[in-house]
Every structure is written in C-alpha cells, then in structure tokens.
C-alpha cells in the first residue's frame, strides 16, 4: 500500500472522529441532529472528505477490502452534487449504523500498514 492511500485513510479517520466530536457530551437523538443546522453541514462536510478520500483511494487500490466503498463515494456524490435531495434520516442512519463499521475497518487498515 503506498503513501498516498495511507494518507487518504488517516484522512477518513480524521474526519470520522471529528463527526463523533460533534456527537459527543449529549444523546445521540434524531429529533436534535434534525433542528441543528450547523450540526448537519459539518457532518455532512466531514462525509464529503470520508467520500472523497475513499475515491482516491480506490484509484490506487481497488482491492483495498473496505465494505460499501463504492456506496460511501455515491453518497459523497449526492451531498455535493444531489444537496437538494440529501435526507436527514439517511445520514442519521449512516452514522449510527455504518460509521463504526467503516471505522474499525479504516483503524483495521491504518494498524496492518504500520506494523
């Protein structure tokens, strides 16, 4: 794995944590995400990098193992490109449902290489 992946990942991870920053010190409800506009734009800023590192990534490596990748670039995709029609119960659900998933799998990834 090359330099350039490495770096996309630490970029996914980055942004990863700093949507779970955003979440933290209050319950994680719907309803409160939902009247949080400021809330919604920086996750959805954060998931445009985690889409956009994930694209790069793909170009150096294929193969690279990570579940939904292609799904994770469609809905960078539709955040940018489909802003108008961006559900807040679909990235409510991402990042309750997806996003520890894509983060053991991207920590997963980080620790083979430094090792």
Known sequence: MNEKVLKCLFDIK????????????????????????????????????????????LKEDPEIGISNAKRIIGLRNQIIHGYDSVSDENIWAILINHMPTLKEEIESLIKSIMI
């Open 14 to 57: 980055y942004a990863i944590e700093e949507i779970e920053t955003f979440l933290s010190g209050q319950p994680k409800q719907f309803q409160a995400y939902q009247k949080n506009l400021l809330l919604k734009r920086a996750i959805e800023r954060n998931l445009e990098i985690v889409g956009e590192a994930m694209s790069r990534i």
